[in-house]
């Protein structure tokens, strides 16, 4: 009995209080309205992801159910060869037209298994997609909640395009800006700065604070140990492409979900997190990569700043791993995620596992966070302990495949560092 009313109060407590949810979205069919686009050469794509409402209307039947979720795709083909979709590219388990509709007309009669197959395949995309040509149609897809990753691979005679795009599933409540920071800036032009020198980016970045701090700015958290150089084109299809997932909003239905969650054991990949603050704000966007209860996941909080890196976005961060819930006085609900006080561990294990994204260009680490040893931990703002080397990762996108061996490395990076202690050594 004990174990149940703790996981309740875990659940509930994760995210502190729950907000007044919003309105919920209307339904609509109107899907290509909000579809998003992309260029390359002589071919255009876009692709929507249908709502659970939606889908029923379009398909007639609820696919939900089924946990299939359509994406509407168009191409246009300007170039001077034909070209044909990779279905496998957004699901490598995506539903035949046959086969989905085979599992909604059982039980009815030849006439209607007909008609139900022949609306499926109508709908279906169509290849190939001819010079000259405007292509669209459905793919389905395994169901994502929260957001999916639309991967559009093309391929024509000794040619082939890839389009990586983001998109929030239809009636999930992103929390805090998520669903607006990638569609304005919130700095003024005047505050920008793109740096092109890799010295005075990685200057700049030391100078930046070394920790997270409560809202009004009086008490310092976790260590600001994360740099992201990238956005919705190359950074965060890289993370989603490695099961990285962003967080609801603190609202009834997130919590509900938590409390379910923590009482069954279970998941809950887009459980919300607690407010931490730079720049005098939450965090813009927050992602986890969950392990098998919800008390047990990696996550990080970002927050957009106003440099910028070759004209790409920079994200300042805070990354470590939670290992469990402890009670505390310094939470209104009295309990928190338990912090593993080895955050480089956290730090190290994100780069590894952006390095098989196929999207990290380039790598390194700068000072700023200040070591604090194992001798002498420091404390988040939960009091939980944590010790570090000092330094920041960061991780810079690129849409273009990257393999492991065309990683590059900044030149001020420990490995260089490590070699040219090496050849002092021997010297």
């Not at 998109?167 to 999930?172: K, L, N, Q, S």
């Not at 106003?306 to 990354?319: A, D, E, F, L, T």
Request: proline content about 7%; charged content about 25%.
């Amino acid at each position: 009995m004990n174990r149940i009313v703790t996981r309740v109060f875990a659940a509930v407590v994760i995210a502190g209080c729950a907000a007044p949810p919003p309105p919920p979205p209307s339904a609509t069919l109107d899907y290509k309205s909000r579809a998003l686009s992309r260029t390359d050469g002589g071919l255009r794509v876009s692709a929507a992801v249908l709502s659970n409402e939606e889908s029923a209307e379009v398909y007639r039947v609820p696919l939900a159910r089924l946990q299939i979720q359509p994406v509407w795709i168009e191409v246009t083909n300007n170039d001077d060869r034909g070209y044909y979709l990779m279905s496998s590219g957004l699901d490598p388990g995506f539903f035949p037209a046959s086969e989905a509709a085979e599992a909604f007309s059982q039980g009815g009669s030849p006439d209607e298994k007909a008609s139900v197959d022949q609306r499926f395949r109508q709908l279906a995309f169509r290849n190939p997609v001819r010079p000259g040509q405007t292509v669209s149609g459905f793919v389905l897809t395994n169901a994502s909640e929260g957001a999916k990753l639309v991967q559009l691979d093309l391929v024509a005679s000794g040619r082939a395009k890839a389009f990586s795009i983001l998109m929030v599933v239809p009636g999930f409540r992103a929390d805090y800006h998520t669903s607006e920071v990638f569609r304005r800036e919130i700095y003024p032009p005047e505050e920008i700065v793109d740096y092109t020198d890799d010295e005075a980016f990685r200057a700049a970045l030391e100078a930046l604070p070394c920790c997270v701090t409560n809202k009004d700015g009086s008490k310092n958290g976790d260590p600001l140990n994360l740099v992201v150089v990238g956005g919705i084109d190359d950074a965060f299809p890289a993370f989603v492409r490695r099961s990285w997932r962003p967080t609801e909003q603190k609202w009834s239905g997130a919590i509900t979900k938590m409390i379910t969650s923590a009482l069954k054991g279970e998941p809950y990949v887009n459980a919300p997190v607690s407010d931490l603050y730079l720049f005098g704000r939450a965090q813009d966007l927050a992602l986890q990569k969950a392990r098998d209860n919800i008390h047990q996941r990696n996550h990080l909080r970002l927050w957009l700043s106003p440099m910028r890196y070759h004209g790409k976005s920079v994200w300042v961060g805070q990354i470590s791993r939670d290992i469990g819930v402890r009670l505390t006085i310094h939470s209104p609900t009295l309990t928190t995620h338990k912090v593993d006080p080895d955050v480089d561990e956290a730090r190290t294990a994100l780069a590894e596992d952006m390095a098989y994204s196929q999207s990290l260009n380039k790598i390194g680490q700068v000072k700023g966070v200040g070591a604090a040893p194992r001798s002498a931990p420091r404390e988040n703002l939960t009091t939980d302990p944590y010790f570090t080397d000092g330094y920041r990762q960061i991780l810079v996108f690129d849409r273009k495949p990257t393999s492991l061996s065309a990683i590059e490395f900044f030149p001020w990076s420990a490995i260089y560092q490590t070699d040219a202690a090496r050849q002092g050594a021997k010297q």
